[in-house]
């Protein structure tokens, strides 16, 4: 088996900060993804990343960066926090591409932005 | 564009009730449609999967099919129990060759003892 591992778990920033997000996974994974999940919208893709260096805007892209320098490894920066921001980013992983539909995801990391 | 409905917000069942969870989506393609689960504190993860309509996919007790002509897609369990209490999500795979899965909003199940 595998693990993804999301740090922080619990981010709190300033309206206007940068904020970064870090993703490892064990699994020996091509493709990682990072989404968004809102209270009653259920998880919006952001970027993902089908290899090392690559990287390719989901829906919901403005506003963030990503960056995949290491196969096991996928950050997500929020370029400009918005105040009363709050939500949880999720981390997941997968063989390939989505058509197996197995994708394994981390517990989470939740913002909350002052 | 491709796009997942999923009306049902909360269901609350007492245990060894029957459960019915329907969504509807929208695809240009061939689906594939999955159901992922996500207990209190942990990321969502793979529970079943239908790749073709009328075939029924079936994993821990849950089963589920679609249905292309009224393009629904449910998710049914004869006999809940309260450790069925989680959020369910239907999810679209598109299939014109872009990397994601559209998720629906979520489907927020509380299991009475």
């Known amino acids: 088996g595998g693990i993804i591992t999301q740090t922080p778990k619990f981010l709190i920033g300033q309206e206007g900060q940068k904020l970064t997000l870090k993703c490892q996974q064990n699994?020996?994974?091509?493709?990682m993804y990072w989404y968004r999940q809102d209270s009653g919208k259920g998880l919006r893709l952001i970027y993902y990343?089908?290899?090392?260096?690559?990287?390719q805007k989901g829906d919901l892209s403005e506003g963030y960066d990503a960056s995949r320098e290491k196969k096991s490894s996928f950050s997500l920066t929020v370029t400009s926090a918005q105040k009363n921001e709050m939500a949880v980013f999720l981390c997941?992983?997968?063989?390939?591409?989505?058509?197996?539909?197995?994708?394994?995801f981390g517990e989470g990391s939740k913002l909350t932005v002052l | 564009g491709n796009s997942v409905t999923q009306m049902q917000g909360q269901v609350t069942l007492s245990e060894e009730e029957f459960l019915f969870i329907n969504c509807t989506y929208s695809?240009?393609?061939?689906?594939?449609l999955f159901w992922y689960v996500q207990y209190p504190g942990e990321g969502p993860q793979l529970l079943l999967k239908?790749?073709?309509?009328?075939n029924k996919g079936s994993s821990r007790g849950f089963e589920a099919t679609y249905d292309k002509g009224t393009t629904s897609f449910h998710l049914q369990k004869a006999s809940v129990q309260e450790s069925d209490s989680a959020v369910y999500y239907c999810?679209?795979?598109?299939?014109?060759?872009?990397?994601?899965?559209?998720f629906g909003s979520g489907t927020q199940l509380t299991v009475m003892p």
């Open positions: 239908v790749t073709t309509a009328n």
């Open positions: 999810v679209l795979g598109e299939s014109s060759g872009s990397w994601q899965l559209i």
């Open positions: 997941a992983s997968s063989i390939t591409g989505w058509d197996t539909g197995q994708l394994y």
């Open positions: 699994f020996n994974h091509d493709t």
């Open positions: 990343s089908i290899t090392e260096n690559d990287l």
């Open positions: 695809t240009t393609g061939y689906p594939t």
